[in-house]
């Protein structure tokens, strides 16, 4: 769903940072620091008995001002205090070095891009948009286009509608579990989300098909979609308990259930289309006139399943053929590579294609995002974009911002792994690789050139750049064609799932 945007510090943050580094903060040479002890599973229960024996420790307000006093008492501090107690400290510790570092220059580069830049604006929708903007490129090669966009909010409408639809049939199939129980709080607690992930895109397409942009433009509420989903969900819970309740009676028949259901879809339509707008109809034909770049006047019919399948180009190899057999590879440390995961309960199009993860090391991932953007291919990838980046400069990278120099701490404790398992991170946007800068040497990428969906006011008129070292740590999703993988990676997805709990960080949508 992507984060809020960050702005660069100004030149009198800039001046304070300068003296910052000039004075070289460091943690003063008497200061205590943590004890390392080796992980050491022999020593658990010890560890446990002493954690049960002492007594729980309050706040010090005597300790408190003697940190305070020495935290203070050195002038290199003090102006740390004066530099991040005016402005937001992220702002403040951005590192003009490291933005330098970054430039807008690839040597790997697929053919045409396509444009505009988009802006999901203040919706979750990124996913969305990350996967038409792999869609329009053969497209707009087909029309002759410069400028094109699909609609996301057409995909929108229905993945609203699907999973409003979804959802009821999960509180439905968990009726004999307790309300309080983890798995049914997990459903109420948000009945669906603007987010979503590539085989959620892939059943929306499937089902309902494309259509351009111009026929079912952003409303409002696609743009800003903080009221629907109130309004939505307050609805689903309350249909979720009625749902609940006619089945601990024993008078409701199948056919019963079926009509009260059907009852609550009903409402959720009327919601979606007096906020929304009502859709092109899936099975009626459109007609879509436009200018092509020779300025020639032209006019293509079609129904949004017609259009859809008709992704085509000779000079671009993505097609409707392809884009249904791509696959998600994911970077979970946590599990073994290859091996296939899916989330439980985790959804959109009921009897739709479930949410397959093929597992893998970094380096076969980067390596098969590297092979895509050879052959041409913009690749959907899926990364937690509020970690280490700036949405005014357009850069993703560990080094960005200084919090050692600010504060002397560093927040690059944990690993991958021990991100995941403690919620310090997750997918949380999807955006698309276009480029990428191979080191000739080493043959190892260096930096990846990112479209975004935040408007042309982010980055370099809305382009992004993104370490290699960063896509290590922050990303974790990327679909790609199977034929870039090798035959032992594709066998994966013959092999049973491991099966996650809906809470899950991976069951987190983009």
């Not at 409402?267 to 099975?283: C, Q």
């Not at 990428?436 to 043959?443: A, L, P, R």
């Not at 006011?457 to 999703?477: N, R």
């Amino acid at each position: 769903m992507g984060s809020q945007q960050s702005k660069l510090p100004s030149d009198a943050e800039k001046a304070v940072i300068d003296r910052l580094r000039a004075l070289e903060l460091e943690k003063r040479d008497g200061d205590d620091d943590y004890v390392c002890i080796a992980n050491d599973a022999t020593n658990e229960k010890g560890a446990f008995d002493v954690a049960k024996a002492r007594q729980p420790e309050t706040v010090s307000i005597s300790l408190m001002s003697k940190w305070q006093g020495a935290l203070l008492n050195d002038p290199k501090n003090r102006l740390a205090l004066s530099a991040l107690s005016a402005a937001n400290p992220r702002d403040v510790l951005t590192s003009r070095a490291t933005k330098i570092a970054e430039p807008q220059v690839f040597n790997v580069k697929i053919p045409f891009e396509g444009g505009p830049i988009t802006n999901q604006r203040n919706s979750g929708r990124c996913w969305l948009f990350a996967s038409t903007n792999v869609f329009r490129v053969a497209l707009m090669q087909k029309y002759g286009l410069d400028s094109f966009e699909l609609s996301q909010a057409y995909l929108f409408f229905w993945d609203k509608l699907e999973k409003s639809n979804w959802f009821l049939e999960q509180i439905i199939s968990t009726a004999d579990q307790d309300l309080d129980s983890r798995l049914v709080q997990t459903l109420v607690h948000e009945p669906l989300s603007d987010g979503g992930q590539w085989d959620m895109v892939y059943n929306l397409v499937e089902k309902y098909g494309l259509v351009p942009q111009v026929l079912y433009p952003d409303s409002f509420n696609a743009s800003s979609s903080g009221v629907i989903n109130s309004i939505i969900f307050t609805k689903l819970r309350e249909d979720a308990l009625i749902l609940r309740k006619l089945l601990r009676a024993p008078s409701t028949t199948a056919e019963v259930l079926s009509t009260a259901k059907a009852k609550m879809m009903k409402e959720i339509h009327t919601i979606l289309t007096l906020t929304l707008g009502p859709p092109p109809s899936v099975d009626d034909e459109f007609a879509w006139s436009f200018v092509d770049k020779n300025g020639k006047a032209r006019t293509v019919r079609a129904t949004p399943k017609a259009f859809a399948e008709d992704i085509y180009s000779s000079s671009f190899r993505v097609t409707s053929t392809v884009i249904a057999r791509m696959v998600s590879l994911v970077h979970d440390p946590r599990n073994e590579p290859l091996t296939r995961l899916t989330v439980d309960r985790l959804g959109n199009v009921v009897s739709g294609r479930g949410i397959n993860y093929i597992n893998v090391d970094m380096p076969t991932l980067k390596a098969a995002c590297v092979a895509s953007l050879k052959a041409g291919y913009p690749v959907f990838f899926g990364s937690d974009v509020g970690k280490f980046s700036n949405s005014s400069s357009g850069i993703m990278d560990l080094n960005l911002i200084d919090y050692e120099l600010g504060f002397s701490v560093s927040l690059l404790g944990m690993d991958k792994a021990a991100r995941l398992r403690t919620g310090e991170s997750q997918m949380t946007h999807a955006m698309v690789l276009t480029a990428v800068h191979v080191d000739e040497t080493t043959k190892k990428p260096v930096r990846w050139r990112v479209q975004n969906s935040w408007g042309t006011s982010a980055g370099t008129d809305g382009w992004f750049v993104m370490s290699d070292d960063w896509m290590t740590e922050f990303v974790y999703q990327a679909v790609v064609d199977p034929k870039f993988l090798s035959k032992e990676v594709q066998d994966v997805l013959s092999k049973e799932p491991l099966v996650l709990p809906l809470w899950d960080p991976l069951g987190s949508l983009a």
